[in-house]
């Protein structure tokens, strides 16, 4: 039996109005494995830790689905055996940094507009109440620990770079806003975008979302441009009256590259990846 055909075993044991649907599989990633059939997403974590991870989102996405404008997954858990998750799809695709370049400039406006919007309506949420449903301390841990795995996988020209910005993060004080509940994963991967119409239909995958620094959450666009950053903390000022840091948002932006290369340091397969990416921020990030 291939993988597929198990995955729609399962399915048709909980949900048998689906026999003549067809079935494909959408994406693999370390935690899950999403199949579509029939306009509907069903998502089966690969281990125990997804599994609880996809029940938190599930007890997250209840709370904060009422909350805000743009459309988000409304999961249903499927007890099994194996557990699952259902949730009608959201129309559209992912946006890579090549999409993003060839935007108009209203298109980036909008988008802009609208994850500012998204993640203001997200931090205003209560702390405590997320706290009960789930959510977790945003934890990297030190500079030096990271440091430690991070510095060696580099090559000597990044380096000096990567020095540079573990010492700004290990001198940086408190966040002056504070800590708020937030999505910690806006990148393109996890947008739901209408390439034809150039809007943003939905934004999924709240896994990772926790209790963290305000401006933690305005690091993740940068994979998809620092054009969007830009203008993301430029429109969510204007709509919040917060003044955000920029100068912070880089050094973090850095520091959460830097993270996820310690986290694989000892991934041969994942390493030269994470190494790609602090290169490429690198290349394009301000002086800090």
Known sequence: ??????????????FPDLATSPFRLMAESWDSTAVEADGLVFKFPRHEAAAGRLRKEAA??????????????????????????RHVKIPGEHLLTAHYAGLPEEARRRLAEDLAGFYAELHRLDRG???????????????????AKALPALTPELRPAAERVLAAYDRLPPDPH??????????????????GRQRLNGIYDFADSGLGPLHQEFIYS???????????????????????????????????????????????????????????WVATADRF
């Not at 689905?65 to 699952?84: C, H, N, T």
């Not at 109440?129 to 440091?147: D, K, L, Q, V």
Request: proline share 7%; glycine share 8%.
């Open 129 to 147: 109440r997320m706290a009960a449903a789930g959510a977790e301390p945003e934890a990297w841990g030190t500079a030096e620990g990271i440091g």
């Open 60 to 85: 997250l996405l209840a709370v904060i689905r009422p909350a805000v404008s743009l459309p988000v997954p409304d999961l249903v858990l499927a007890e099994g055996p194996p557990l699952f998750s």
């Open 1 to 14: 039996m291939t993988a597929i055909d198990r995955y729609r075993a399962a399915i048709l044991r909980a």
């Open 178 to 195: 504070g800590t708020i509940y937030g999505f910690f994963d806006g990148h393109g991967w996890n947008m739901a975008f209408d390439h």
């Open 222 to 280: 940068s994979f998809v441009s620092p054009d969007l950053t830009a203008r993301l903390v430029s429109a969510y000022e204007a709509l919040t009256g917060r003044g955000l840091d920029r100068r912070r948002i880089a050094i973090l932006t850095g520091m959460h590259r830097l993270w996820e290369l310690a986290e694989l340091a000892d991934d041969p397969e994942h390493v030269p990846t994470m190494v790609r990416s602090f290169a490429e």
